[in-house]
């Protein structure tokens, strides 16, 4: 790691690239309710996250032999903003109340608009303000300042990213529909929803932009892939059963949704027939109770889901680091992404 950079500071410099880009982002329109929601959507994209995909960036760069400087945070940052967008859209697609300890968008917007047609009005700006916040993502990288030759070849894979994570976002919501997702279905949807969104082209955007070569960016996705599936699998857990304190989430929106999650699916094939019963009434139900939810998460337990979950989460962060292991990655790098693989694995939030 560079001289006096700490993961702190790689932070606070995504954070601050953020905060300029987005004061510079100026509504066209000289309306204050439009100004509310440019307002709001600053406040949350700048109110909270983890910033893991910023920061797996400023790694791939690094681990292909780029020099710390800003035009990489910018790049970086970019990445940032295509989350939040997506992060919004989802929220409206799974109806949610919080993200990060507070309202969503969507719900913050009807709380602008009390009345008539308030929630509905939420829905739609927020699908404008999730669109917004996606368009000025393209905006940040582009003007980042890095060499044209090869920010167009991370262009092709920033592209190939929102490709894939729209697409593994609507299988995900086909699985909603049809129900009964095999583990291996549902394990497609976190690979392409989640996985390679997470980690994976993160990491291959980071390193086209230091001129990677494809040795190194194919290196990138044998570690960024069983990584990116072990980071949600651990989201799926702690949706699950973890705290709302610490995840800033309601633990029974899942459940509630009736998410197609690897650990149900597993539980739907080991479950006897009157745990199968209950799952079936139960998960995916609006009128689930938090006494109903303890069952189903006592039947996750008692079927050997929950267990699958943390043995397949394990096996694929020693696949990650038999990969990272593997690459000629630079050093400082390396151990970098080594701590981030422990630390997305094994969050409690």
């Known amino acids: 790691m560079p001289v006096g950079l700490t993961q702190q500071t790689l932070g606070s410099r995504i954070d601050e690239r953020l905060s300029g880009f987005l004061g510079s982002c100026r509504t066209p329109i000289s309306d204050p309710g439009v100004e509310a929601a440019y307002t709001l959507l600053t406040d949350f994209i700048l109110g909270g996250g983890k910033r893991v995909r910023p920061q797996l960036c400023y790694w791939g760069w690094r681990g292909a032999g780029g020099d710390d400087c800003d035009e990489i945070v910018s790049a970086a940052a970019a990445l940032e903003l295509c989350h939040a967008g997506l992060l919004i859209h989802d929220d409206i697609m799974d109806d949610s109340d919080l993200r990060r300890g507070r309202f969503t968008v969507h719900?913050?917007?009807?709380?602008?608009?009390?009345?008539?047609?308030?929630?509905?009005?939420?829905?739609?700006?927020?699908?404008?303000?999730?669109?917004?916040?996606?368009?000025?993502?393209?905006?940040?990288?582009?003007?980042?300042?890095?060499?044209?030759?090869?920010?167009?070849?991370?262009?092709?894979?920033?592209?190939?990213?929102?490709?894939?994570?729209?697409?593994?976002?609507?299988?995900?919501?086909?699985?909603?529909?049809?129900?009964?997702?095999?583990?291996?279905?549902?394990?497609?949807?976190?690979?392409?929803?989640?996985?390679?969104?997470?980690?994976?082209?993160?990491?291959?955007?980071?390193?086209?932009?230091?001129?990677?070569?494809?040795?190194?960016?194919?290196?990138?996705?044998?570690?960024?892939?069983?990584?990116?599936?072990?980071?949600?699998?651990r989201d799926d857990v702690l949706g699950t059963f973890g705290s709302s304190r610490e995840t800033g989430k309601s633990a029974l929106d899942d459940l509630r949704e009736g998410k197609q999650t690897v650990m149900f699916a597993y539980a739907v094939q080991q479950a006897t027939p009157a745990q199968l019963a209950h799952l079936r009434t139960w998960h995916g139900n609006p009128e689930l109770t938090e006494d109903r939810a303890a069952e189903l998460r006592r039947i996750l337990v008692e079927t050997g889901a929950l267990a699958r979950v943390e043995t397949l989460i394990g096996e694929r962060v020693r696949e990650a680091m038999s990969a990272l292991a593997e690459a000629r990655v630079a050093p400082e790098a390396a151990d970098e992404l080594a701590l981030m693989a422990d630390r997305l694995a094994h969050r409690t939030k």
């Open 107 to 233: 719900r913050n917007l009807a709380l602008l608009h009390r009345g008539p047609g308030a929630d509905a009005f939420g829905r739609a700006g927020g699908i404008l303000l999730g669109t917004l916040s996606l368009a000025w993502a393209d905006a940040l990288l582009s003007s980042c300042g890095i060499d044209p030759i090869r920010l167009r070849a991370a262009h092709h894979l920033f592209d190939a990213m929102r490709t894939e994570v729209i697409s593994g976002q609507y299988l995900d919501v086909l699985a909603q529909l049809r129900s009964g997702a095999t583990e291996a279905e549902a394990l497609t949807v976190i690979r392409y929803k989640s996985a390679k969104y997470t980690v994976e082209r993160p990491l291959q955007i980071g390193g086209a932009l230091a001129g990677a070569d494809l040795d190194l960016l194919d290196a990138y996705s044998r570690f960024g892939v069983p990584l990116g599936e072990a980071f949600q699998l």
